[in-house]
């Protein structure tokens, strides 16, 4: 870190000074309570330096840098590393000796990088928090479906949006969608009809509904909105969760996972229990066992089981193929480790007509009815 630029708003922000406070108090609540950090036989010590009028005192005391390595205990900072993490949360400001800001800064990386090793450490629990995902794919530019799919999210309530991409081609509000994923998405990745219509991947290896729609697509989309699509990733990984939108085994191919052998060689290719996919349209669970070949399900509620792999497809909100019109997606709750997944129903001949007015194919328009 810099010294030259400490501040609460710069050095840290607001997420690590609440880290600071609450390393304190979850650890000690300035009484007698044994800290899981230290060493057993010093809890009357460990009451008073975690209390936070003596960590601010013992910091204010120190007019040289030199003065925080001669002052603190040695015991204090080889296992203490919350009392460096306290004094700083008191004592970071732009009017703060600057040098003796710095010095604090590098004891609080040692302090840090220990703490992370503690199973129960705070900044554990803040960085790697158990949530609820809720997690979509393929909106193609339907805005019925997609403001039908986020009502009921909202209402379910849930930590993180995840979009597996395609949030444009096929259907008829290709700005609106980008615009609404831009704002609610927490993770938003690139499908390949978002890929095509941008440049990015060759239209020729569409059919020609299909073409025929991006082609729609590329000559509405506004120069912001191409942007977004430009800057979107692939694949991401969050808190254990591999997200992609067609399969995790060369993802820039964009093939699809139908069989159990193609399952088989996706699992080869990532590491984590679990990787959440679009792209078919086509909602299935693949549960891969330590040995044998993995096993497909259309369950709509699926425990994670310790032991297990497992590839998800969420299924698509804006055109569905699995013979069923609603539109589809998933909510993984990490802490019940249980996949289920949604369907919601949504005025499908609004979008129908919003397509006939702008003469996209009929093929197109006919299928959202019956699921196709």
């Known amino acids: 870190m810099n010294g030259n630029n400490l501040s609460p708003d710069s050095a840290f922000g607001s997420k690590w000074s609440t880290f600071f406070f609450v390393a304190a108090e979850k650890c000690v609540n300035l009484s007698y309570t044994r800290c899981a950090v230290c060493a057993p036989n010093h809890d009357l010590l460990i009451s008073c330096v975690f209390s936070k009028t003596a960590a601010s005192r013992w910091f204010n005391s120190c007019q040289r840098s030199s003065d925080l390595m001669s002052l603190a ?16 949360a008191e004592s970071f400001c732009p009017t703060q000796n600057e040098s003796n800001a710095s010095s604090v800064v590098n004891i609080l990386d040692e302090g840090l990088d220990f703490l992370c090793r503690i199973p129960s450490c705070p900044r554990r629990q803040v960085e790697e928090q158990i949530m609820r995902y809720a997690i979509i794919s393929d909106i193609h530019g339907n805005l019925a479906a997609l403001e039908q799919v986020l009502k009921q999210i909202d209402e379910t309530g849930v930590d ?16 609106e969608c980008c615009e609404i994923i831009q704002d609610k998405a927490d993770i938003c990745l690139l499908g390949n009809h978002d890929s095509a219509a941008i440049g990015l991947t060759d239209a020729a290896y569409f059919n020609r509904y299909a073409r025929s729609a991006i082609g729609w697509t590329a000559r ?31 993802p820039e191919e964009w093939n699809y996972v ?12 990532f590491e984590q229990q679990i990787c959440f996919i679009g792209h078919s349209h ?13 096993k497909s399900s259309v369950a ?10 497992y590839i998800i497809n969420v299924g698509s909100v804006g055109q569905p193929r699995d013979d069923n019109p609603d539109a589809c997606y998933g909510i993984f709750d990490d802490a ?3 996949f289920s997944l949604h369907r919601i129903r949504y005025n499908v001949a609004q979008t129908q007509q919003a397509m006939r007015d702008l003469d996209l194919p009929v093929f197109l328009i006919d299928r959202l009815q019956f699921g196709k």
Not at 233 to 242: N, R
Not at 282 to 294: A, D, H, K, M, T
């Open 73 to 88: 205990p040695a015991w204090c900072l080889q296992h203490s590393p919350l009392l460096i993490c306290e004094m700083a």
């Open 160 to 175: 993180q949006l995840v979009c597996l991409g395609d949030v444009v081609g096929y259907g008829p509000y290709p700005n």
């Open 220 to 250: 509405v989309l506004n120069e912001k909105n191409a942007a977004f699509l430009r800057q979107l990733p692939m694949t991401a990984v969050h808190q254990g969760l591999m997200f992609v939108h067609s399969s995790p085994l060369q």
């Open 258 to 269: 139908f069989t159990i052998d193609e399952a088989f060689d996706q699992f080869q290719s």
């Open 282 to 294: 086509i909602p299935i669970v693949w549960n891969l066992q330590e040995s044998g070949f993995p």
């Open 300 to 309: 709509l509620k699926v425990k994670i089981v310790k032991g297990c792999r």
């Open 336 to 338: 019940q480790k249980i």
